[in-house]
């Protein structure tokens, strides 16, 4: 027992005189660590003053219509077999303003390459040159008109989409370098993801109230022309809607503001976490090297 009791007694003091060991290599190396990580963080904060300041503009919307609310004649034009549709809910808007169809067609339409290249874009030739990194890897040979997939990249980077459930909102922001070109971004997509929610709905009204007509002219019942009179009366006010809706498909709870302050990079944050990292690289360095050094002595 007495012997078992020395043991535990006997590590707990090699442990201490091993952590002494260490605390001594650092008293004697830290003007080095010191000046590393100085270094470090100086190299740091001019390196992220190279990088431009970009700014976030976000909107706020929610569906415009309730969508546990159920249309009576949904149920009845959908016994025709007819697509119904109905109100769009939190998850098709998130869905939407995820798509790249609509990035695609937001960037066809506005022309937000100067916004989002700068001066990699020229817009009297409309090409843009390529990053480094393109350069670097050899993907890009020279200068070349942005296509479709170039927007989708860019959006995939900078555009985000958040849902909340619980209030039923969705959340649509931007990124870009220019404080007015986010908050015109966001806009944007707003606009043309409310212009492809009334098209749809403007297009599924078209056909329903056709399919309607070729039925009404095919049934002899005078019930059942009365309940497809029903709907097709139904179907005209869901176009006219669609028409005359000011906010259709959804409502705009926050507009899009010009942000009055850079949203990234955060240049004194990095140049402070890379100051501490360094520090303890350093610390580690010059313990392993030392360690080294003593087990190569003594051998």
Not at 147 to 170: E, H, M, P, Q, Y
Not at 208 to 214: L, S, T
Request: charged content about 30%; proline content about 5%.
């Amino acid at each position: 027992m007495p012997a078992m009791e020395e043991r535990p007694h006997m590590e707990t003091r090699e442990d201490e005189i091993d952590l002494g060991i260490y605390f001594a290599i650092l008293r004697k190396e830290w003007w080095k660590i010191a000046l590393f990580s100085l270094a470090v963080g100086v190299a740091t904060l001019l390196y992220m003053f190279t990088k431009p300041n970009i700014y976030q503009a976000a909107a706020v919307i929610t569906p415009s219509v309730d969508e546990k609310k159920q249309n009576p004649a949904l149920g009845a034009l959908a016994s025709f077999g007819v697509s119904v549709g109905g109100p769009s809910s939190i998850e098709d808007l998130d869905t939407l303003f995820k798509s790249n169809d609509l990035a695609v067609r937001v960037f066809r339409k506005y022309n937000l390459w100067p916004i989002l290249l700068a001066d990699r874009f020229d817009p009297a030739t409309g090409k843009a040159n390529p990053g480094w990194t393109d350069r670097l890897f050899g993907n890009e040979k020279g200068p070349k008109p942005p296509g479709d997939w170039d927007a989708i990249r860019a959006v995939k980077d900078r555009l985000k989409v958040s849902v909340n459930k619980k209030a039923g909102t969705v959340s649509v922001s931007f990124e870009s370098p220019s404080a007015d070109g986010s908050a015109n971004i966001v806009k944007y997509f707003l606009d043309e993801g409310k212009n492809r929610l009334q098209e749809e709905a403007l297009d599924r009204a078209t056909k329903n109230k056709k399919f309607i007509e070729e039925q009404i002219g095919k049934t002899v019942d005078a019930l059942n022309r009365d309940r497809l009179y029903s709907l097709l009366g139904q179907e005209v006010e869901r176009e006219m809607m669609a028409r005359n809706r000011e906010q259709f498909g959804f409502r705009v709870i926050d507009s899009p503001r010009v942000p009055d302050r850079k949203f990234k990079p955060k240049r004194s944050q990095s140049a402070i976490l890379a100051m501490v990292l360094s520090f303890f690289a350093g610390c580690v360095f010059f313990i392993v090297r030392e360690k080294s050094s003593s087990a190569f002595l003594d051998k």
